[in-house]
């Protein structure tokens, strides 16, 4: 069901929330047991598909507020690790994607479905580039037997009815009264629709830049928010990781120009002037040999404030 971008920003202010599906009881699963703090979870914050353990999993961030969770970006294990934060997957009402690579969307399908057999009964929200809805339909046809089934069998209510996706583009991409969302395109070649998000909940200000080079613009953006996290790359480990490939120097060109070093990182921070940074995305991602004072000292370089190691469920208070 793709809705304009324009005519979402207009209707949502009334319309987000009343929709609602009736369900046979046995599917009114238990809620949000507890108010939950706001906060910000990161999910999952290593760079890249490859999986290597559970501890560091591919990119995914929730926000929740006003009891409200806000998930970014859907990498592989971000079921999971929503449940270990608290997160209920039926109450799930918006999810954004930066990018379509696949660490950041491949369990996009899969969350939406435990979501709904979990007893997702109102409507959930998408937000992706271009390509979210061919990317759904795909996936609705590869489950289609058992969706037909669930529909009949179980009286489940069509989750390819309460999916609403939305394929924005930059500038504001939801407003209503939960919140305002903007997005900066960022640069991050070879794909051409790739995202920073900024997130307004109230007094709070979060951005993330989502996968980029070095994106000046992006200091602007993320001007005096409580949050930046920011993605990160360690040049002396991207040195060692292409030393032995004959192509060597083109392959660390390609790696520098979709990805920030960490003192590059520190450049944006200086000019955004956050309350805190959080490093995120971290390329490489497997080398332990790198440690939480490295990535630091190498952003502080170039920035002084307080700077944060990103680590999969790590809490943050907003
Ligand atoms: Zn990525
Ligand atoms: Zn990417």
Redesign the pocket.
Known sequence: MPHSRKDFIIKSGIALGAVTVGLPSKFKLLSFSNKQENKLVLLGTK?GPVVHSYKAGPSANVIVYNNIPFVIDTGYGVSFKLVEAGVALKDLKYIFI??H?S??NLELGNLLYNSWVGGLSASIHVFAPVGLIALLQAYWQSNHFDIETRITDEGRPDIRKLVITHEYTEGIILLNNDAEVSALKNI?PP?TE?YAFKFKLGNKTVVFS??TTYCPALAAFALDADYLIHEVAYGPAIDALVIRRDNAPKLKASILS?HTLAEDVGKIAAQAKPKTLVLNHFVPADDESITDEMWTKAVRTNFSGNIIVGKDMLQLPL
């Open positions: 760079g930066t990018h690579h660490d950041h991050h794909v790739s989502g996968d979709h």
